[in-house]
Nanobody, 114 residues
Framework: VQLVESGGGLVQPGGSLRLSCAAS????????MRWYRQAPGKQRELVAT???????NYADSVAGRFTISGDNGKNTVYLQMMSLKPEDTAVYYC?????????WGQGTQVTVSS
């Protein structure tokens, strides 16, 4: 499975961004997709999860502001981020657990600053 993220950028506090993660390869094996983020000097943090059936889960720090969704036809998962805060600044990564190991995208930078 190969993952490619896009959609990051610079946004002012209170603004919005939508990240995309396009999957290719052995996508039939995908049963859950996740978004992580890693801020400078901090550990990688799980942000949101979506299952093939559409169930979602969020970190407390983003619940109510971020929405994860999927488009099975495009093999793409999205992360809609609203009311962004400076503390949301991080590199955001897409992740897929596999039968053996896991797949990661290259990451996309999100910077929230005025």
């Amino acid at each position: 499975v190969q993952l490619v993220e896009s959609g990051g950028g610079l946004v002012q506090p209170g603004g919005s961004l939508r990240l995309s993660c396009a999957a290719s390869g052995s996508i039939f094996s995908i049963y859950v997709m996740r978004w992580y983020r890693q801020a400078p000097g901090k550990q990688r943090e799980l942000v949101a999860t979506i299952t093939r059936g559409g169930s979602t889960n969020y970190a407390d720090s983003v619940a109510g502001r971020f929405t994860i969704s999927g488009d099975n036809g495009k093999n793409t998962v999205y992360l809609q981020m609203m009311s962004l805060k400076p503390e949301d600044t991080a590199v955001y990564y897409c992740n897929v657990p596999l039968a053996i190991g896991e797949a990661w995208g290259q990451g996309t930078q999100v910077t929230v600053s005025s």
